[in-house]
């Protein structure tokens, strides 16, 4: 018996794309734990991976999986960039809600 | 024996080792150790001397240019064609200068290790003495004027530093007390007043370089060229060197100009008649030379001690014994005469200023020796024979007779230099009779008051005042008697040396005058004839106020010549004693009735003669010499039977004062024919106030307190303040200004954005992301509702 070959259609690859971006922004915009706003930024992040994977597929091209990797691994880096300033953040403040921190204010 | 004249650096090196030494080392070699450097050096400089005398008649007196290594382009100016090198020449010129430089500076240095015993600047009067060799043989050694004005200015620093040695002995005032330092003023006098020599000096080498090209005697290999027009007064044409390129006939094949020294050039030049261009104005040769050779006399004058720069001289005599003997009576004050006859070409073809020369030095000899006669300190009566004697020199140099004026130069360094140097065992001598005397006095004070007696004041005493001395033949006889074979030398009596070469000379006044018809030979006769006669008495004089007679102080009384460091002394006096008598011998005249048939007649002369293509043996006119001794003989005792048995002392009148005939005349000499007076009224006290309104008028109220202080510090004032207060606070910094208020005033509403709160960032870039998408699309839109 063959497969049934499944076509997925692009769309709703995008449109997956479009809601978890959505969710990331408003993760952002909202939250005020700066570790659920780097979960949604890398949640984003992801969102977009997606869209450049799928476009990439419709096009029938390599260049976008290759692409991604290397947003992967700028994600990655971020990571431990983000997450180290959050821990000494955390140290000296003894807190991580961003609304208290607002001393950049003009 | 061609080699040996590579030498010749020696003499300059020879010294100036020693004084290195003696400069770093001096302290801890103590007085013995300095000493002996010293006087090792100056010997080595006179054994090369000597070899160099000897290399000199081995080899025919041919003229030898030694170069020295790395100095050989010493000076090299392409764009001004300036090739100068520090080359030694050796020549029977520069050997003699060596000769005497070195033998009579090596007695000195004996007898100053006597005489500077116990000075507490002992190693440093020695690194000086050491410094003059080295300056005086530079200067009588090199081939070229430039080095020698080095040694002529070398030499003059040592005579400026060697005169203020003690410098801070104190000029003693009897009304106003301590009035300055003597000894640094008469240093600076005789450095001031030499420069105003050294001016016309270096004009007349700005003349020679101008002219010639070339400030080199002669090139190596050159030889002096005879001027074809001189034959007549030449005995023997010397060809010295027979492979040197001899130039033939100067007009035929013409030698580039630069390819010869500056006589040969000169010669050269006199015989095409040629004329030299000095910018816009052209002038013959001849013309040239004489101002070249005026310009030099007026160096010469500041140098040799001539009117009308001779002032220096006898205050110079405040420096240490042997220095007056070394540098103001021998050596360094004959560098004049030596720079005439070394120069004697130019002064050949400028007979205007031969004569001027001659004039100078008869003048200076007769005020010279009239001044000499009214002196009492012991040193400046031989200053101004000095003097005297210097003007002899220049006269006979000025008058053609360059052997005579050599072998005086010559002669009066050794008798001149056992003069001074048997003033100063008198005067040591004497102080020490002093000191012994004070010492016996403060012994019966002692016994007497009980050895409370108030101290009185020390009473100025002169050991160099002839009034103070008296009788001292008793104690002293044998510098007695060394002391007068000087005198008699000075004087002129047979057979001493200052006898034949002051003979020599006024015979050849007299042929010059008689033979050539020159006037100005017979005012040199005259006037040198009177000054020989002056000498005579002046000389007796001294001889029987100091030796004679009956001690006219206690001081006097006690001096001798025992104490520590007066046996070398005296044994210095004993060898130039020796050499005054012998030397005379080299240069018999020819014709002098017996003597040169037992001596060779001239040999000097012929030696010197191999330089000096001008100079020519004398004939010995019996007359003059006949008259000179006589009168000479007449004025010594004449000066016998007035001062022998008339003591003087302190504060007296001479018996010359008494007389009313003389008394005049004896003031006018004992003034000094008011000399320094003279200047200090006509150029030193007028050069002060020119000095003060230059400085008062001119600098301070004019310069500084109008130009300076108005006209720039108070338009640049008023500028600044204009600049500041408007321009600049108010424009620019108000432009500045301004923009930072505007930015403030951008900045306040604007900073209210910046709300600190990650969110409304995240929000705004959201916003901003949609606005730029939104912007991308609807471009696209627009195409699609246009299809």
Known sequence: MEPIPVF??????????????????????????????FMSIELMLNAGNLAIVAFARHWGQVGGQVLVFFVMTVAAAEVAVGLALIVTIFRSRRSINVDELHQMEG | MENLAQLVP??????????????????????????????????????????LLVQQTAT??????????????????????????????????????????AGVGSLIHFYATGYMHGDSM????????????????????????????????????????????????????????TVGWKNSLAGRKAFIVNRVGDFGLLIALFLTFWTFGTLDFYKPG?????????????????????????????ALDEPHPAAMGVFNQAEQMMAEGATVSFGSITMPIQTVLTLIALFMLLGVTGKSAQIPLFVWLPDAMAGPTPVSALIHAATMVTAGVYLIVRSQVFYHYAPFASGVVTLVGAVTALVGGFIALGQ?????????????????????????????????????????????????VVIHAVEHGYHHVQHLKEGEHHAEHGGDAPEDEEEPFDPQDMRNMGGLKASMRRTYWFYLIGALALAGIFPLAGFWSKDEILAEGLMRGFVEGDLVGYIAFGLLFISALLTAFYMGRQVILVFHGQPRTEAARYAGERAYGMRVMVNVLAVLAVGTVVFGFINVASGFWVVDRIIRPHVFADWLQHTVVYAHPANALMGVAILAVAGAVIMILAARSIYLHRPVVEGDKDPLQVNPQTEGLFALANARMFWDEIYDKYIVVP???????????????????????????????????LLGRPVDLGIIDGAVNGLGRLAQAIAGPLGRLQTGYVRVYALSVFIGALLVIVLLLLPLLQVMGGN
């Open chain 2, 687 to 721: 050069f002060t106030r020119a000095g003060h309104w230059l400085a008062d008028r001119l600098d301070s109220a004019f310069l500084h307190d109008f130009v300076h202080d108005v006209l720039l510090v108070k338009t640049f004032n008023g500028v600044a303040r």
């Open chain 2, 10 to 51: 020696l003499v300059i090196i020879a010294p100036l080792i020693g004084m290195l030494i003696n400069l770093f080392l001096g302290k801890y070699l103590g007085e013995r150790g300095v000493g002996m450097v010293a006087i090792g050096a100056a010997l080595i400089a006179f054994v090369v001397a000597v070899l």
């Open chain 1, 8 to 37: 997925v259609p692009t769309e709703l690859y995008l449109a997956l794309a479009v809601v978890l971006f959505v969710m990331g922004a408003l993760g952002v915009v909202i939250r005020r734990s700066a570790i659920l706003i």
């Open chain 2, 376 to 424: 009492w300190d012991i040193k400046k009566v031989l200053a101004y024979s000095t003097v005297s004697q210097l003007g002899f020199m220049v006269a006979a140099a000025g008058i053609g007779a360059y052997t005579a004026a050599m072998f005086h130069l010559a002669a009066h360094a050794l008798f001149k230099a056992l003069l001074f140097l048997g003033s100063g």
């Open chain 2, 122 to 177: 002992y190693p440093r009067f020695f690194v000086y003495l050491n410094m003059f060799l080295v300056f005086m043989m530079l200067l009588v050694t090199g081939n070229n004027f430039l080095v020698l004005f080095i040694g002529w200015e070398g030499v003059g620093f040592c005579s400026y530093i060697l005169i203020s040695f003690w410098w801070d002995r104190a000029q003693k005032d009897k009304q106003f007390g």
């Open chain 2, 222 to 250: 050159e030889v002096p060229i005879q001027s074809v027009h001189e034959q007549t007064r030449v005995i023997e044409v010397v060809r010295t060197d027979e492979t040197a390129p001899a130039p033939a006939s100067p």
């Open chain 2, 60 to 101: 025919g007196y041919a003229p030898v240019v030694v170069e020295i290594p790395f100095f050989s382009r010493w000076i090299d100016v392409p764009a001004a064609a300036l090739y100068i090198g520090w080359q030694f020449r050796v020549d029977t010129l520069s050997v003699t200068m060596m000769l005497v430089v």
